[in-house]
């Protein structure tokens, strides 16, 4: 495909407009008529810019990134306008993927390679997920999709919040899926240069957001800015912390030092007589790290007690920034 085609493809795309494409080719470079110079864009996001930054006037061309495995893979997921472009481009330090107070600017998810002496990223750009609302009902569809997509891809998930905002009914959807997905998260309270602060803003912030997002105050919560770049760097190391977290193996012995010492303490529930007994605890996957309990009866091992055991474990081994999966087997029960 030639540099014309492909712009030719870009703007009917966009006159079209959402429609999936990410299989149309990434590594597209927009060169706008100021000389500002996008690089890592995908068609869709590069067309789309060039008409927000001048008329038409982009050069689209096309290379091809090829599979690269060993990269940390990052989705930067929230509500449009919220700064996810603009992260990017101060993680990467420079721009990279394209940004303006226009939102729904991203279009699709855009990928950005970028390796530093902390170790290699790949950062996921995504279209921002919008408001539910009768006329737009196909939009929100796309974008939902479009994020679910990029948090599947990816080891951990960088949750924006808007701190003129607080967390919103779309922030929640968003952290449920990543939560779902089984995914490392950090929660990213953006724009923190925009709002008014006393010595008591980030505490009272950080107590609303995990009373908001309350199935996942494992997540480490950073306040930052995007635009000053305040604290932005920060997040290389926390990105790395999470991943390796939710890669964390615990041994069986362990494990079992833990549940004894947790039944010792609140004894399992009983129903009518009969008592929950555990007999032991293994882990049987990471990412997220997935325990399976062996005990005589499912029925008595309640919520409550399974999450008085993550939260042990949690208190013994850390797990910072990843969700768990515990299972619950009876003996007898076959092992698959
Ligand atoms: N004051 C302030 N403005 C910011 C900050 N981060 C981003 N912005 C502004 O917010 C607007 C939206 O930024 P983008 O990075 O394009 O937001 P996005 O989340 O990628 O938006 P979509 O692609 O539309 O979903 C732009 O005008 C940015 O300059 C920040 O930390 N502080
Ligand atoms: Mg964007």
């Not at 997920?129 to 796309?142: H, P």
């Not at 908001?212 to 990105?239: C, H, K, N, W």
Request: hydrophobic share 40%.
């Amino acid at each position: 495909m030639t540099d014309q085609e492909l712009v030719e493809l870009a703007f009917t795309m966009l006159e079209r407009s959402y429609v999936p494409y990410s299989h149309f080719p990434v590594g597209a470079a927009l060169e706008c008529a100021d000389g500002t110079v996008f690089t890592g864009c995908n068609v869709e996001n590069a067309a789309y810019g060039s008409s927000i930054c001048a008329e038409r006037t982009a050069l689209v061309k096309a290379v091809s990134e090829g599979h690269r495995d060993d990269f940390t893979r990052i989705a930067v997921v929230g509500k449009p306008n919220v700064g996810k472009s603009s992260i990017i481009n101060k993680l990467l330090g420079e721009n990279r993927v394209i940004v303006s107070d226009i939102a729904g600017t991203t279009r699709d998810a855009v990928d950005s390679y970028f390796e530093n002496q902390k170790g290699r990223y790949l950062f996921i750009d995504t279209a921002g997920m919008r408001k539910k609302s009768k006329v737009d009902d196909r939009i929100e569809k796309f974008s939902v999709l479009r994020a679910t997509m990029a948090i599947e891809r990816a080891d951990v998930c960088l949750i924006l919040v808007d701190a003129n905002e607080g967390v919103t009914e779309q922030d929640t959807k968003v952290a449920g899926l990543a939560h779902e997905a089984g995914k490392a998260c950090i929660i990213v309270v953006n724009k923190w240069d925009s709002i008014e602060k006393d010595g008591k803003t980030m505490d009272k912030m950080r107590q609303d957001v995990m009373r908001d997002l309350s199935y996942m105050t494992y997540a480490p919560i950073v306040f930052i800015s995007a635009l000053t770049g305040q604290r932005v760097g920060r997040l290389f190391e926390l990105i790395r912390y999470v991943n390796d977290q939710a890669a964390m193996r615990i041994t069986t012995g362990m494990l079992n030092n833990v549940l004894a010492d947790a039944t010792a303490r609140v004894q399992p529930p009983t129903d009518k007589g009969r008592r929950l007994k555990i007999y032991y605890m293994t882990q049987v996957g990471i990412k997220p790290p997935h325990f399976v309990c062996f005990c005589n009866d499912a029925r008595l091992f309640h919520f409550s007690y399974q999450r008085y055991l993550e939260n042990q474990i949690r208190s013994t081994f850390g797990l910072e920034g990843t969700p768990v999966r515990l299972t619950v087997r009876q003996k007898g029960e076959k092992e698959e």
